[in-house]
């Protein structure tokens, strides 16, 4: 999995090539959250179940920014 969302982030650094902003990766974190929040049934929401979300996304993000910085700084 860490490969695969490595390789989304150096897709997209070399689609916009540029580096993207802190405020942009902490947005996209902010947005995926809220998906899952408003996803499905929510009679089963816990605080324990948005942290694990929130473990998750945080993961996911972190391993595409990687690629991204790394394929950014090869230019």
């Known amino acids: 999995m860490s490969g695969y969302l490595f390789s989304i982030g150096a897709t997209h650094a070399n689609l916009i090539r540029r580096q993207v902003s802190k405020e942009i990766w902490n947005l996209m974190a902010e947005a995926f959250i809220d998906c899952t929040l408003d996803w499905g049934d929510k009679k089963g929401r816990t605080e324990a179940s948005r942290k694990a979300w929130a473990f998750i996304i ?10 991204h910085l790394h394929d950014v700084n090869t230019f």
Do not use: W
């Not at 945080?58 to 690629?67: H, L, P, Y």
């Open 58 to 67: 945080s993961f996911a993000i972190e391993k595409i920014k990687r690629g």
